[in-house]
């Protein structure tokens, strides 16, 4: 099909004006039957344009009552005829069901067969299910009716306006873009409700739920959400813009959760998350309630401008956590450090590294780019931004841009303009440091009264002064801040510290390098300098030596077991040590120490301080030794846990995966998760099957990984079982098949799908020159497998550096 041009998008924008779109679907038909009528004007004499139409089926069209031919690769062509200005098209087709999460979507409940559909137009499936003029600037008012079967309901980005028979039609919203056409439908039970300001909101889940223990924190979901809007309507100077904000969770999304005008669907994966208590889910409520602004109230001009809403909605949802689940701004910034941060930091050292701005040919083009780009480094960039103007310049900028740009769209210059104003500084130089440069800075000390940095950025840091107490702890004596601008940047008063922390409070988006004497304190010290903040920049500091190849895995894995050992870690703090300690052992170290750096992290969680949940989830992780793994046993059969840990789906499913990776786990217990776990017990499931020592286990992963027929979810779960450390042997075979079969059936699938298996698949475990060749060797015409496959030889390449040093 054809790609839109971003030449063809503003051609088109210049020649006609939308107005709006009605749309029936009539979901008891088979297939789903759309009829769309779409008003717009002419904005020129003689003009011609296209609408987009990539339905199954076509039954006509017509433009003002006379008759179209059918779409051409997707495109119906339209010519103004006459004076008039005013024009009507009218287009009724058929649209099929999509397996990707995308699209039009159908999910059977295994638990009672009750069926839910779920249309998802974001980014490129709007045409899928009816005609429309498919580009982010083009927005309209759209008027959506359904046709439902008994006993259905169904949540669209309208209000109910009315239910007359079979048909529910819901109350127009303005300034929408095609791809935010959204809805969900099927037997719904009653929905929960909450008042948020003039905003009703509502949580909806599948019927079969009801009752269980997954479901048991969506109150706390709806009461985040309802306090987010509240939060962002103060912080913003802006009311929310609609009247209801529809929370659905359905099983099937591609991604993690979705905003669009009224609604926010979520994927049930994320009730297990917060089932466990974790701030996870929290996170994401907030940041999707923040795209109610971001993303619908003003959107992007074009694909190349789609930071603007991510990174803006990442940004703003960690000031919004810490409003609405209690907990301190700076913990809540030692949670994106600890978590999201190396994800940015990686992504911006790999081939596939691109600014959080670029031009875009292409809407394609524009969706390809890496969530640790458009969302992380943009969220951090935008923190340190307001390290250098304030608060609340940032926020004045950010009221000025949704001021004047509402129910429309807008650009980084727009948005920057905002800023400028706001501060009374001219940033269009910082924006192009920042937003349209690619790569990360660097800081390091130079002597003892100096910063330098690799790539001169205009930011302001933190600098942290610590030395060691009578009992050998690091303690912060004063915490100074510096502008940098230039190459080498004199700061005084850096002398007689035992350790100096450069970037301390992570303010700024720049890669934290050590000097010798501070490397060896902290090493010593293993990172714990007494706020949680500073300790996650240290960190992360050290993480980039250890994927530098600078630092051993041995090191490294040690300084962690030792740290979690002395206790005070935030819990994202234990999660992401003990999960990079289980990498460094698993990907970073040489495979002969693997089994004892695994051993020894299981041993450390048995006598680590700190929340006992999350350090029992740990030791199912690594737990290697005959012993450990016998315990594991235990602990599924409800025997020998640890004080206040029970057997939960999470921690049930991490003892399988580790149990299965062994030949260990029995086939009962395996085939029991969908039962004990309705909601992720299918997906931890085929990971289990896949992650077992047998040629006919990973056969059959393989071929479901790669089939169109399975859903999204499970190709992709029993694709992320097929790589196990420690199996190489086993998959020796495995690596001609990727660069062969693997990649040629994932062309042609959608771009996230793709994106994700193309990584999954890689036979990331043989780590060797063999594989970096065949990658090398690779030529794929395909962006994103070409991208995919390159970052994942880079990764290898440093892996195999980081096995050999000594
Ligand atoms: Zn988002």
């Known amino acids: 099909m054809a790609d839109l041009t971003q030449d063809e998008a503003s051609d088109r924008a210049r020649t006609i004006e939308v107005k709006s779109y009605d749309i029936l679907l009539d979901l008891t038909a088979e297939p789903v039957v759309s009829r769309t009528k779409v008003r717009f004007r002419w904005l020129r004499p003689d003009a011609s344009t296209f609408a987009e139409l990539r339905t199954q089926g076509v039954r006509g069209v017509t433009l003002d009552g006379v008759s179209l031919p059918p779409p051409q690769d997707g495109r119906l062509y339209l010519s103004r005829a006459g004076d008039a200005d005013q024009a009507v098209l009218v287009a009724e087709a058929e649209a099929g069901f999509s397996l990707e999460g995308h699209g039009l979507s159908r999910f059977t409940d295994p638990a009672d067969g009750a069926s839910y559909l779920m249309a998802m137009c974001y980014p490129d499936c709007g045409p899928e299910l009816f005609c429309c003029f498919d580009q982010p600037d083009l927005t309209a008012t759209f008027r959506f009716a359904v046709r439902l079967p008994d006993g259905w309901?169904?949540?669209?980005?309208?209000?109910?306006?009315?239910?007359?028979?079979?048909?529910?039609?819901?109350?127009?919203?303005?300034?929408?873009?095609?791809?935010?056409?959204?809805?969900?439908?099927?037997?719904?039970?009653?929905?929960?409700?909450t008042q948020a300001g003039g905003t009703e909101v509502t949580v909806r889940h599948r019927h079969s739920l009801l009752g269980q223990p997954a479901v048991a924190s969506l109150p706390r979901f709806m009461s985040n959400a309802r306090d987010a809007v509240a939060w962002y309507a103060d912080n913003l100077g802006v009311p929310c813009p609609y009247p209801a904000y529809d929370i659905v969770f359905m099983p099937d999304l591609a991604a993690m959760a979705l905003s669009v005008p009224g609604l926010m669907v979520v994927n049930e994966r994320l009730l297990g998350r917060s089932a466990a208590g974790d701030q996870f889910g929290a996170m994401i409520c907030a940041h999707e309630v923040a795209h109610l602004w971001f993303g619908c109230l003003v959107g992007p001009r074009w694909w190349d401008d789609v930071w603007l809403d991510e990174a803006i909605a990442t940004y703003l949802s960690y000031a919004a956590l810490a409003a609405i689940s209690g907990v301190s701004e700076s913990a809540s910034w030692t949670g994106f450090a600890y978590t999201d941060k190396p994800r940015a930091y990686e992504a911006d050292g790999l081939p596939s590294r691109q600014p959080v701005w670029s031009a875009v040919s292409t809407a394609t083009q524009g969706r390809d780019k890496p969530y640790g780009i458009l969302y992380v480094k943009g969220a951090s960039v935008i923190r340190s931004?307001?390290?250098?103007?304030?608060?609340?310049?940032?926020?004045?900028?950010?009221?000025?841009?949704?001021?004047?740009?509402?129910?429309?769209?807008?650009?980084?210059?727009?948005?920057?303009?905002?800023?400028?104003?706001?501060?009374?500084?001219?940033?269009?130089?910082?924006?192009?440091?920042?937003?349209?440069?690619?790569?990360?800075?660097?800081?390091?000390?130079?002597?003892?009264?100096?910063?330098?940095?690799?790539?001169?950025?205009?930011?302001?840091?933190?600098?942290?002064?610590?030395?060691?107490?009578?009992?050998?702890?690091?303690?912060?004596?004063?915490?100074?801040?510096?502008?940098?601008?230039?190459?080498?940047?004199?700061?005084?008063?850096?002398?007689?510290?035992?350790?100096?922390?450069?970037?301390?409070?992570?303010?700024?988006?720049?890669?934290?390098?050590?000097?010798?004497?501070?490397?060896?304190?902290?090493?010593?010290?293993?990172?714990?300098?007494?706020?949680?903040?500073?300790?996650?920049?240290?960190?992360?500091?050290?993480?980039?030596?250890?994927?530098?190849?600078?630092?051993?895995?041995?090191?490294?894995?040690?300084?962690?077991?030792?740290?979690?050992?002395?206790?005070?870690?935030?819990?994202?703090?234990?999660?992401?040590?003990?999960?990079?300690?289980?990498?460094?052992?698993?990907?970073?170290?040489?495979?002969?120490?693997?089994?004892?750096?695994?051993?020894?992290?299981?041993?450390?969680?048995?006598?680590?301080?700190?929340?006992?949940?999350?350090?029992?989830?740990?030791?199912?992780?690594?737990?290697?030794?005959?012993?450990?793994?016998?315990?594991?046993?235990?602990?599924?059969?409800?025997?020998?846990?640890?004080?206040?840990?029970?057997?939960?789906?999470?921690?049930?499913?991490?003892?399988?995966?580790?149990?299965?990776?062994?030949?260990?786990?029995?086939?009962?217990?395996?085939?029991?998760?969908?039962?004990?776990?309705?909601?992720?017990?299918e997906v931890n499931r085929a990971t289990c099957l896949a992650m077992r020592p047998e040629l006919t286990a990973k056969e059959a992963a393989w071929a479901v990984s790669l089939s169109r027929s399975e859903p999204a979810r499970i190709a992709q779960a029993s694709a992320a079982g097929i790589w196990v450390p420690g199996q190489e042997e086993l998959m020796a075979g495995y690596r001609d098949r990727y660069f062969t079969e693997a990649l040629t059936a994932l062309v042609g699938r959608k771009p996230w799908p793709k994106a994700r298996l193309s990584r999954l698949v890689f036979p990331v475990t043989l780590v060797s020159e063999a594989t970096i060749e065949a990658a090398d060797a690779a030529v794929l015409a395909d962006n994103v497998l070409r991208l995919a496959v390159a970052e994942q030889a880079t990764i290898m390449r440093r892996r195999l550096a980081a096995r050999r040093q000594r």
């Not at 039609?169 to 037997?187: E, W």
């Open 153 to 193: 309901e169904c949540v669209a980005n309208g209000q109910l306006a009315r239910r007359e028979g079979d048909v529910v039609t819901f109350m127009p919203v303005s300034g929408m873009r095609p791809y935010d056409m959204t809805f969900c439908a099927g037997p719904f039970p009653a929905a929960a409700r």
């Open 385 to 681: 931004l307001a390290a250098l103007i304030g608060d609340d310049a940032l926020r004045l900028g950010l009221n000025d841009y949704l001021s004047r740009f509402a129910f429309g769209s807008a650009t980084l210059d727009d948005l920057v303009g905002c800023w400028s104003r706001a501060s009374g500084q001219d940033l269009a130089g910082w924006a192009d440091q920042w937003l349209r440069t690619e790569g990360a800075t660097t800081i390091l000390l130079d002597g003892d009264d100096a910063v330098v940095q690799d790539v001169p950025r205009r930011q302001r840091i933190g600098i942290g002064l610590y030395d060691l107490d009578r009992d050998g702890r690091l303690r912060r004596r004063s915490l100074m801040h510096a502008e940098l601008d230039a190459e080498r940047t004199v700061v005084g008063g850096l002398t007689s510290a035992d350790a100096i922390v450069l970037n301390d409070q992570d303010l700024s988006y720049t890669r934290t390098g050590f000097d010798a004497g501070s490397l060896r304190v902290l090493t010593a010290a293993a990172c714990q300098v007494g706020d949680p903040l500073s300790e996650a920049v240290c960190w992360n500091g050290f993480w980039l030596l250890v994927t530098g190849g600078e630092l051993p895995a041995l090191q490294f894995t040690d300084m962690a077991c030792r740290r979690l050992q002395a206790g005070g870690l935030p819990e994202s703090g234990v999660e992401t040590l003990l999960s990079r300690a289980v990498e460094a052992a698993d990907a970073w170290a040489p495979p002969g120490q693997r089994a004892g750096l695994r051993e020894q992290i299981a041993n450390a969680t048995r006598t680590a301080a700190g929340d006992a949940r999350k350090l029992a989830i740990g030791f199912a992780a690594a737990a290697q030794s005959d012993d450990q793994l016998a315990l594991l046993g235990a602990w599924l059969a409800g025997k020998d846990l640890p004080d206040g840990v029970g057997i939960d789906a999470e921690l049930r499913a991490r003892i399988l995966f580790t149990l299965a990776a062994r030949g260990l786990a029995r086939e009962e217990d395996i085939d029991a998760l969908p039962r004990l776990d309705p909601v992720t017990g």
